[in-house]
């Protein structure tokens, strides 16, 4: 079974310029999470999608970042414009809510450097 | 509010030997899990073993098993007989609420194990 996707691996931009990140779940998970994660800490949630319902987004910056999860498959992560602070790992996670303990998978994250 | 403190930013071990990484919780919660993730250099998070709030034996995985000292609310991971390719960032991070349910994690900030041959 293919685990989580996410694409690009690695981005550099410089600041102002707009960036998006993409993220492809396991095959059947109807949970998808994106979450921050800076150097030195913890991942810390973004966004949490169910199928294609925005559930959670509190964290999510929403001047600048945006998000959409078109058919409840993919997912997609936008910055516009990027700034110097945004400089860290994302990453997307998914689940089988309702399953044992729902656990969450995650996949290799974006590791984004704004110039 | 809910928050996990690992104390440990950095920890090594010899090959073979066993070692703890700490782990502490807070939550008002009655009901919640406990996770250690391992997030090796390549940055994927790697599930490794969980522990309910209601369990009351500690949760076992292969080598890793799980101390879980609820009244003092903590959770720490034990690692027997380390390998090299144990050297890597360990998270310990909190569900919020049910299992079957909304599953929120909440992460400390992780302690970096060095594997020394």
């Known amino acids: 079974e293919a685990g989580v996707v996410q694409s690009p691996r690695y981005k550099i931009i410089e600041k102002k310029q707009p960036v998006a990140f993409w993220c492809n779940p396991i095959s059947g998970h109807n949970t998808l999470y994106w979450y921050l994660q800076n150097l030195g800490q913890g991942p810390e949630l973004l966004i949490r999608?169910?199928?294609?319902?925005?559930?959670?987004d509190s964290q999510l910056p929403k001047d600048r970042f945006s998000a959409e999860r078109l058919k409840g498959v993919d997912s997609t992560l936008k910055i516009q414009p990027a700034e110097l602070g945004d400089s860290a790992v994302y990453l997307c996670?998914?689940?089988?809510?309702?399953?044992?303990?729902?656990?969450?998978?995650f996949g290799p994250g974006t590791r984004l450097t704004v110039l | 509010a809910q928050k996990i403190t690992q104390t440990q930013p950095g920890m090594f071990v010899q090959e073979k030997e066993a070692v703890t990484l700490d782990c502490t919780y807070d939550t008002s919660d009655q009901s919640y899990g406990l996770f250690w993730y391992k997030q090796p250099s390549s940055g994927e998070m790697i599930f490794l073993i969980y522990q309910g709030s209601y369990d009351e034996q500690n949760a076992t995985e292969g080598r890793y098993s799980l101390n879980f000292q609820k009244a003092r609310k903590s959770a720490n991971l034990v690692i027997s007989a380390s390998q090299l390719g144990d050297s890597a960032m360990y998270f310990c991070?909190?569900?919020?609420?049910?299992?079957?349910?909304?599953?929120?994690?909440?992460f400390g900030a992780g302690t970096r194990l060095a594997v020394h041959p």
């Open positions: 999608y169910e199928n294609e319902e925005a559930v959670d």
């Open positions: 996670a998914s689940s089988l809510v309702g399953v044992a303990y729902n656990e969450q998978f």
């Open positions: 991070a909190m569900r919020e609420g049910r299992s079957g349910g909304y599953n929120k994690l909440i």
